[in-house]
């Protein structure tokens, strides 16, 4: 008997993480938006006015201490690889 498959996860296009339903972002009128999360998208803005270098180094500590990372650098180096392939930071 074959299982339904879960519903792949949506990743948050600013910050990498992947989303729960209750996690998405919104737009200026209420409605979700599930490009971006609840955490960097409110109201149709960015919560974090914010270059990609910046999100970089507010997220780096939270690798490391989710075990993705070994320190920070690590970290950093890594997130920069990951989050040029977003479309927030996309040049």
């Not at 296009?13 to 490009?35: L, V």
């Not at 075990?67 to 690889?81: I, S």
Request: with cysteine; hydrophobic share 30%; charged share 25%.
């Amino acid at each position: 008997m074959e299982h339904a498959t879960q519903k792949e996860l949506k990743i948050c296009q600013s910050c990498g993480m992947p989303m729960q339903e209750d996690q998405y972002g919104t737009n200026q009128d209420g409605s979700r938006n599930e490009a971006y999360c609840c955490y960097c998208f409110q109201n149709g803005a960015f919560v974090q006015n914010c270059d990609m270098e910046g999100m970089v180094a507010f997220c780096a500590p939270f690798e490391v201490e989710g075990g993705r990372a070994k320190n920070v650098e690590e970290a950093k180096d890594m997130l920069r690889r990951y989050f040029a392939t977003l479309d927030r930071w996309k040049a």
